[in-house]
């Protein structure tokens, strides 16, 4: 697929995802969207990409959904001038980031607003900039909070702080949202894509890629799992794992001070408990 508003490299096992509207600060589209679709897809195929990052070109993220449509924006039609959802499903079938077997990590090495903050809430973990200037100003423009942050935010950083920022839609920089939870590291703004590269490599360098899927699944199963079966599920993929040859190198591996030679993948090896 030829790409419009990303461009796609690969460095090691990464794939490095750069959002490239520099010239409307990265605004969504739906275009872009589908583009992100499709370029997570083929990572996810690909046993060699063990992590997916994401940026942004020029000075941001991502400045929310492009408003060039003015009053039509939020219309769902096309008409706001960020193409039509319909467009986006012929471009790039769905992916949900969660129930992917790859991690994917934010870079948000710039202001991020709106659906370009929403979007590195659905991924899994998140470098910012520590002057990033970030908000869910959603209630400031006449909608809602979507992409289920009113359901995932209070569960990743607690009912209070989820209210301030989604009630006020007020904005904040990187360096509180590392204090509140919502990023896992905030550096200076030139180190933000090499922190999370450093995090992709980490990952690829020295964890299981079945292992890291099937716990990526798990935790985001477990959001709404009760206790019991919870317990059961994962004394059963703790068995399943036990048993296969990556338990072995892991710990020969780390006896013998080298680097795991890891033979399970995250694409063929799965357990059946888990379904697709």
């Known amino acids: 697929m030829t790409y419009e508003d990303i461009l796609v490299e690969t460095r090691d096992a990464i794939a490095l995802v750069t959002l490239n509207r520099p010239e409307r600060m990265n605004a969504w589209t739906f275009r872009l969207q589908a583009e992100l679709n ?3 897809a ?3 195929a690909d046993d060699a990409i063990r992590a997916v990052v994401v940026t942004g070109a020029g000075r941001a993220f991502c400045a929310g959904a492009d408003l060039s449509g003015g009053g039509q ?3 769902g039609d096309g008409a706001g001038g960020m ?3 319909a467009d986006a499903a012929r471009m790039a079938r769905k992916v949900q980031p969660y129930r992917m077997r790859t991690p994917i990590i934010a870079a948000i090495n710039g202001p991020a607003v709106g659906a370009g903050l929403t979007l590195p809430m659905m991924w899994d973990l998140r470098v910012v900039a ?3 200037k970030l908000g869910f100003v959603f209630n400031r423009r006449g909608v809602m909070p979507d992409a289920d942050l009113i359901w995932t935010l209070p569960r990743m950083i607690g009912y209070g702080p989820a209210m301030d920022v989604l009630l006020t839609g007020r904005i904040f920089d990187g360096a509180e949202a590392r204090a509140l939870g919502l990023a896992h590291r905030a550096v200076r703004r030139e180190a933000v894509v090499e922190t999370a590269l450093a995090l992709g ?3 690829a360098a020295n964890t299981a890629p079945a292992s890291v899927a099937i716990t ?3 935790m985001y199963d477990f959001l709404t799992e009760g206790w019991p079966e919870a317990a059961r599920l994962q004394r059963e993929m703790f068995d399943w794992t036990g ?3 990556d338990a072995r190198e892991g710990v020969l591996s780390f006896v013998e001070r080298r680097p795991p030679a890891w033979s399970l993948s995250k694409t063929r090896d799965w357990p059946e408990a888990l379904g697709d």
């Open 38 to 40: 499709h370029a997570f």
């Open 42 to 44: 083929a990572a996810e």
């Open 73 to 75: 924006t939020f219309a």
């Open 83 to 85: 193409g039509s959802e």
């Open 130 to 132: 520590e002057d990033a």
């Open 201 to 203: 490599r980490d990952i």
């Open 216 to 218: 990526k699944r798990l």
């Open 243 to 245: 048993r296969q040859a």
